[in-house]
């Protein structure tokens, strides 16, 4: 019998690449060929309707059900043109990924026909019978049932033979059920607070825009050598491998060149993404062998989500037309690198000016100060919040080991950007300064210096790194949706900007000028912020302690990490904004703690399985062999030849004795610890145990398993090795 490991490796072995069809047109000419686009939306629409449609966009205003229709026949006309027969509102729910439940254009005649028909109701507003969606007791608690609504500012697009509808799903009694919903209210609360502080400097800015671009790294395994690994299958990576002799130390994977195999992939991911609208720009390969990263050109928040998310399902689908399975766990293989998703934030203006970036008169470097002080501000005070917002069962076996950042949140600034601050710091309104370096020149406007940024010193190691002319927050994990650090992120400096005008307005209104009175509160926020301004080694053991002296959060435990969603100040900053009220707050938590449990008690149950039906049976098999040997050996010759020639083999035998008894212990153990912690009531307190009890063991069994991979004869081995999966051939 042939072992389904080996059938998958020569399987692997045989795949040749899968062609691509590549559009005639050039990517200009394809880009959004699928995406109803505010140009089509012009061709197929009345200028007044499409006029209204702008309004509601840009300032808010509700769209009349008249509009609504009109809009939906247009839409429906043009899915129609391009092949779709179906519609969806396609949403965020708190689970992983989108959901979607299609229906067909199709509406009796009333002369025993049928028409295609899509009118404005079922474009704004949609009941999905989605009882199913976590929603932390909302729903019973509120008698509410869940709806979907139409958002407006993310355009439809269709995919395959169906019209996708970006919606956000809230109860019925207003609270959210999705992250698209408080995405949306946290980007309206930095619009409002930056746009009151922008105007200090320009008082033409009526909005400001927050920006995302990020980077979504992913493995590629081979779709045999995937499925012959039920842990994988069931919970994204691998619970047991032993470390490939070969994988990342020589460096030679990174910025390598591409297999033609994954090229192709590649390509005909991007193409099928840029028809969609997603604008990508850059592709490489990653640190671990099998590891790749696709980063497209930043774009609205809102709108850059909804292109992350439609991705991730677009990597999924098209890996497997070309004999893939693309990983986006954040760790699907222990000693190698895992996967992150690096988000970049950036706030920007309608009149053009780009917030972050230093400026080339005294008045754009202050504003990059005052926004840069903001971001600190509000990054310092929910410093744990927005741990809280990157934190998962999958994610935490990224953060805090040696690759990614810390599982504490600081920022680097670089050289120049701290020296800047400091200064400002340490000035008086009277000074004049000048900065140092070549690029330094004298200004018009006293107190500011005009700065050129060189930012070549990046740091690897900070979870939230200023690069140029934007925030990099590397904490996020690659199978998120960005939405849930981009809503804490744009709340908490939401916060600290509206908290920063309060202050400035009420020195102005005491008489104080408006620079002076900017300096002044900005002197009083970069000394309080400083603590989470960090440049050094973020991985080093002084740092923990030095994070701890400065009241930083350094909580390592997921569940406990949740509880910052709780915290009164947090409350306080999501309801003082608009963004999420306590009730909502406290539903997410426990559908936070639901889902980390039950992945825990998935990984539990199948490494059990996978231990009692695959490991223990072949090591013993194997050992029965060498005990076989050792008899028949004793059989031959006599005792002290015999003895000479039994030892290494008596030596294995009774290692894999200590290995397979340590499992079998260990695995009764862990179910124990699994029954105990099932009976817990709350989520909470069963998180807890599910992290502190259950989850130990799955690190210890894998080590014994481990070690059995090695001394088990190849041929038995049932499961797809390190070496054979990690490298595409
Ligand atoms: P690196 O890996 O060095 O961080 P990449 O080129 O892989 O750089 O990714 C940079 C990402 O930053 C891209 O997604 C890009 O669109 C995004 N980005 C660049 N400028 C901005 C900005 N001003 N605001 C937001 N995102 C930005
Ligand atoms: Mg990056």
């Avoid at 502080?197 to 045999?224: M, P, S």
């Avoid at 050996?633 to 004795?657: P, V």
């Amino acid at each position: 019998m042939t072992s389904l490991r080996f059938k998958a490796v020569a399987a692997s072995f045989k795949k040749s690449p899968v062609a691509v069809t590549t559009p005639q047109e050039r990517p200009s000419e394809y880009f959004a060929k699928y995406v109803f686009t505010k140009e089509k939306m012009y061709k197929y629409l009345s200028l007044s309707t499409y006029n209204k449609y702008l309004q509601a966009i840009e300032e808010g205003t509700p769209l009349t059900m008249e509009v609504a229709d009109a809009i939906a026949a247009a839409m429906k006309q043009w899915a129609i043109d391009h092949g779709a027969t179906h519609c969806t509102h396609w949403f965020q729910p708190l689970t992983e990924g989108t959901a979607e439940k299609h229906d067909a254009f199709v509406e009796h005649d009333n002369k025993g026909g049928m028409i295609e028909n899509f009118d404005g109701k079922s474009l704004v507003q949609q009941e999905p019978d989605a009882s199913s969606f976590p929603n932390g007791g909302i729903r019973s608690t509120f008698e509410a049932r869940g709806y979907s609504a139409w958002d407006p500012s993310s355009p439809v697009f269709i995919l395959g033979d169906t019209l996708m509808i970006p919606t956000v799903f809230v109860a019925y009694t207003g609270e959210a059920l999705d992250y698209k919903a408080p995405l949306k209210k946290s980007l309206a609360a930095i619009d409002k607070a930056a746009s009151l502080v922008a105007r200090y400097f320009d008082d033409k800015v009526t909005h400001v825009q927050a920006n995302l671009g990020w980077e979504q790294e992913y493995f590629l395994i081979d779709a045999d050598l995937y499925n012959a690994r039920p842990d994988l299958v069931l919970t994204g990576r691998t619970l047991m491998g032993h470390d490939s002799a070969k994988n990342q130390q020589m460096d030679d994977h990174y910025f390598g060149a591409i297999p033609e195999r994954v090229a192709n992939f590649m390509r005909d991911l991007e193409i099928r993404a840029l028809e969609l609208g997603i604008p990508c720009k850059t592709r490489h390969n990653e640190v671990a062998p099998n590891q790749f990263e696709l980063a497209p050109i930043f774009e609205e928040c809102n709108l850059a989500v909804d292109h992350n998310m439609l991705l991730m399902s677009l990597m999924k689908n098209i890996a497997r037309r070309h004999g893939f399975r693309c990983l986006l766990h954040e760790k699907p293989f222990a000693g190698v690198n895992g996967s992150g998703k690096h988000c970049n934030w950036s706030l920007t203006t309608d009149t053009g000016v780009l917030l972050h970036a230093p400026g080339r008169t005294a008045e754009e470097t202050l504003r990059f100060i005052t926004f840069t002080v903001a971001t600190l501000m509000g990054v310092y005070r929910h410093n744990g919040l927005l741990k809280a917002s990157i934190m998962s069962a999958t994610n935490s076996h990224r953060l805090g080991a040696n690759e990614a950042p810390p599982a504490i949140i600081s920022s680097f600034l670089g050289s120049q950007v701290s020296a800047l601050l400091d200064k400002v710091a340490q000035s008086t309104n009277e000074e004049i300064f000048t900065m140092e370096g070549k690029h330094g020149v004298k200004l018009d406007i006293p107190q500011i210096p005009e700065i050129f940024i060189d930012n070549t010193d990046r740091n690897r190691t900070s979870s939230f790194a200023f690069t140029g002319n934007r925030f990099e927050f590397r904490a996020a994990g690659s199978s998120a949706n960005c939405a849930s650090a981009m809503i804490v992120l744009n709340t908490a400096v939401a916060e600290a900007l509206t908290d920063f005008s309060q202050r400035v307005d009420a020195l102005i209104a005491k008489g104080e000028e408006k620079i002076s009175a900017l300096l002044t509160v900005l002197r009083e926020d970069i000394k309080t912020c400083s603590p989470i301004i960090f440049d050094g080694n973020g991985y080093s053991d002084e740092w923990k302690a030095e994070a701890e002296r400065r009241g930083l959060d350094c909580e390592t435990s997921c569940p406990l990490i949740f509880d910052r969603y709780s915290d009164d100040d947090t409350v306080r900053m999501f309801e003082s904004q608009g963004v999420m009220k306590r009730a909502e707050l406290l539903a997410r938590n426990e559908i936070k703690w639901e889902t980390y449990f039950k992945k825990i008690q998935i990984e539990s149950r199948i490494l059990g399985d996978l231990s009692m039906n695959h490991i223990i049976p072949v090591a013993t098999a194997y050992q029965t062999v060498l005990v076989d040997n050792v008899m028949k050996i004793r059989q031959t010759f006599n005792t002290a030849d015999a003895d000479r020639l039994t030892s290494y083999n008596i030596t294995l035998i009774e290692k894999i004795d200590k290995h397979t008894r340590f499992i079998v212990e260990q695995v009764d153990a862990m179910v124990q610890a699994r029954k105990r912690a099932n009976k817990i009531e709350s989520e909470r307190e069963r998180a807890i145990a599910y992290h502190d009890e259950v989850a130990p063991y799955l690190q210890e069994i894998r080590y014994h398993i481990d070690k059995l991979e090695l001394i088990v004869e190849d041929e038995r081995w049932t499961l797809p090795k390190y070496r054979e999966m990690l490298f595409i051939r």
